[in-house]
């Protein structure tokens, strides 16, 4: 039975204009590509007529890393690893990783938005790490047209 790992955002991060990548799963080198299962979102607006925020899930080739802040701490939620997560995970950039690569996008509220997507058995988003591929890193970028903050986490198999 693969181990299923989660990571908050950690603080609350502003997300004031331009896009801005609030989570990123990296995989290993030497290890099993991270499936990602589950993502979520929320937003503290207190505007109701604010403009929603565009969440998007990205593809990251990592050709550059960013400069990123601090996020949660990785837990074991399921399942039983004794070596602990292999992806490493990284979020709240000041300076954007590179190349990302948007698949998936959803408008979300900014009023006290609330979003969680949990990826159909067979379905869900896989990383890998090889020279040439684009899914290095699974990222969770959010742009928000008015000044609020986000929270999120991520869930994945390994």
Not at 99 to 111: E, G, N, S
């Amino acid at each position: 039975m693969a181990a299923g790992y989660a990571c908050t955002s950690g603080a609350a991060f502003a997300v004031t204009s331009g896009a801005k990548t609030l989570l990123n799963l990296i995989s290993s080198a030497t290890a099993a590509p991270p499936t990602l299962v589950e993502f979520g979102v929320s937003f503290d607006g207190v505007t109701a007529s604010a403009v929603p925020a565009l969440v998007e899930l990205c593809a990251s080739t990592q050709a550059a890393a960013g400069t990123a802040g601090s996020v949660g701490t990785i837990t074991t939620i399921r399942g039983y690893s004794g070596q602990g997560a292999q992806a490493t995970v990284s979020g709240q950039y000041s300076a954007e990783p590179t190349v990302l690569t948007p698949i998936k996008q959803w408008y979300v509220p900014a009023f006290m938005g609330l979003f969680t997507i949990q990826f159909p058995l067979g379905r869900e988003a896989v990383g890998f790490d090889t020279a040439s591929t684009s899914m290095k890193g699974i990222a969770l970028r959010v742009s928000a047209p008015a000044a609020v903050n986000v929270r999120g986490y991520i869930e994945w198999d390994e």
